[in-house]
């Protein structure tokens, strides 16, 4: 059963990086498409996005000029950079992967989601 | 972007009721809809799948429907620790988008 596993700087201050990483136990980083999320109070869940270790990458047009996504398959991780951070940016941050089968995998779902790693943008 | 609207957005119940959340989507989603459960503190969890597909290890007194361009999550019959938000989640198109939620208490 794969497992997820965020980890972040808990604290950054306004137009610095924000870094997070996820870290896949249980099974293999290939093969799956993998998600960003975060959640904060004021905006609820917002999907980032996604990338696939083929290296298609989809992102969400309103953050996609500040994003990049890096994988390391020898370590079975991948990571999330977020450049010129502000307040809005504060909120915790999920990685997920798709559910997988027959079908395209958008048909699936979200079937494993890390517990989440809080990030907090302050001075 | 694909704005997904879920009512109500809290709703109190009790243990044994049955229960309706309805997610309307103002454009067409095919039937790319995932529900969602999130306790405090935790991530969510999926529930559903493709509108009406029960995620494996789910009771199945959760169940989705849909007619035309609303989709409805039923708990048939409420238990304890189905006490959460629910919230639900359009994968059809790019951004990949959620409802705002809907907070279901006692």
């Known amino acids: 059963q794969v497992q997820l596993q965020e980890s972040g700087p808990g604290l950054v201050k306004p137009s610095e990086t924000l870094s997070v990483t996820c870290t896949v136990s249980?099974?293999?980083?290939?093969?799956?498409?993998w998600n960003w999320i975060r959640q904060s109070a004021g905006k609820g869940l917002e999907w980032i996005g996604r990338?696939?270790?083929?290296?298609?990458?989809t992102f969400n047009p309103s953050l996609k000029s500040r994003v990049t996504v890096s994988l390391d398959t020898s370590k079975n991780q991948f990571s999330l950079k977020l450049s010129s951070v502000t307040a809005a940016d504060t909120a915790v941050y999920y990685c997920?992967?798709?559910?997988?089968?027959?079908?395209?995998?958008?048909?699936?779902?979200?079937?494993?989601w890390g517990q989440g790693t809080t990030v907090t943008v302050s001075s | 972007d694909i704005q997904l609207t879920q009512s109500p957005s809290s709703l109190s119940a009790s243990v044994g009721d049955r229960v309706t959340i309805t997610c309307r989507a103002s454009?067409?989603?095919?039937?790319?809809l995932a529900w969602y459960q999130q306790k405090p503190g935790k991530a969510p969890k999926l529930l559903i799948y493709?509108?009406?597909t029960l995620q494996s290890g789910v009771p199945s007194r959760f169940s989705g429907s849909e007619s035309g361009a609303e989709f409805t999550l039923t708990i048939s019959s409420l238990q304890p620790e189905d006490f959460a938000t629910y919230y639900c989640?359009?994968?059809?198109?790019?951004?990949?988008?959620f409802g705002q939620g809907t907070r279901l208490e006692i």
């Open positions: 997920a992967k798709y559910g997988s089968g027959t079908y395209p995998y958008y048909y699936y779902g979200m079937d494993v």
């Open positions: 249980g099974g293999s980083i290939t093969n799956y498409y």
């Open positions: 990338f696939h270790t083929s290296g298609t990458t």
């Open positions: 454009q067409g989603i095919s039937r790319y």
């Open positions: 493709a509108t009406s």
């Open positions: 989640q359009q994968l059809n198109s790019s951004p990949i988008t």
